[in-house]
T-cell receptor, first 113, second 115 residues
Framework: GENVEQHPSTLSVQEGDSAVIKCTYS??????FPWYKQELGKRPQLIID?????GEKKDQRIAVTLNKTAKHFSLHITETQPEDSAVYFC????????????FGRGTSLIVHP | GAVVSQHPSWVICKSGTSVKIECRSL??????MFWYRQFPKQSLMLMAT?????????EQGVEKDKFLINHASLTLSTLTVTSAHPEDSSFYIC???????????FGEGSWLTVV
């Protein structure tokens, strides 16, 4: 099955700095890679996603890059703000009726004001 | 995006009793729903995949007789924790696959405390 590795587990940055979270996956058939943000005690919220036919996608301060050959994808947050502090999860899934995403272990991002 | 609602948000129960958690897709039909368990500061652990009209598929190590899943309609799946014990205390969260298939949406989650 799919295996998703996520690094780092904890990331501490100063407000205004950039933050990068990296994930690798093992199943070359995976073609959909969402990123979720989870605040303490709340549900994970989809913040951005990318499909395998695209190498990069950007939405304001958030961007995701995908390298299919190396089987890794990254989340980039620029101009970080304290409200960006949360746990971020990457996931990978393959096409098909029995879609089941595999999640990374999560990255706790702390943005210091 | 699609809306998934989970109820209750918080529940406290006594050891030995059963607790039911509901997961509803409010504005779309979800043929597949997923149930996760999350421990503090840890990732989402998939417990089972719930398919409408058929038996749920449980992940290895998850007791199907303890965690009963029913997906009787395209908008509702339920998780019943039977004979609850304190070690069952956790954050349980459901998700549903949208019409497109790939994108999934999470419920609010349910905090279960067994005393």
């Amino acid at each position: 099955g799919e295996n998703v590795e996520q690094h780092p587990s904890t990331l501490s940055v100063q407000e205004g700095d950039s933050a990068v979270i990296k994930c690798t996956y093992s199943d070359s058939a995976s073609n959909y890679f969402p990123w979720y943000k989870q605040e303490l005690g709340k549900r994970p919220q989809l913040i951005i996603d990318i499909r395998s036919n695209v190498g990069e996608k950007k939405d304001q301060r958030i961007a995701v890059t995908l390298n299919k050959t190396a089987k890794h994808f990254s989340l980039h947050i620029t101009e970080t703000q304290p409200e960006d502090s949360a746990v971020y999860f990457c996931a990978a899934s393959r096409p098909g009726g029995s879609y089941i995403p595999t999640f990374g272990r999560g990255t706790s991002l702390i943005v210091h004001p | 995006g699609a809306v998934v609602s989970q109820h209750p948000s918080w529940v406290i129960c006594k050891s030995g009793t059963s607790v039911k958690i509901e997961c509803r897709s409010l504005d779309f039909q979800a043929t597949t729903m997923f149930w996760y368990r999350q421990f503090p500061k840890q990732s989402l652990m998939l417990m089972a995949t719930s398919n409408e009209g058929s038996k749920a598929t449980y992940e290895q190590g998850v007791e199907k007789d303890k965690f009963l899943i029913n997906h009787a309609s395209l908008t509702l799946s339920t998780l019943t924790v039977t004979s609850a014990h304190p070690e069952d205390s956790s954050f349980y969260i459901c998700s549903a696959a949208g019409v497109s298939g790939n994108t999934i949406y999470f419920g609010e989650g349910s905090w279960l405390t067994v005393v």
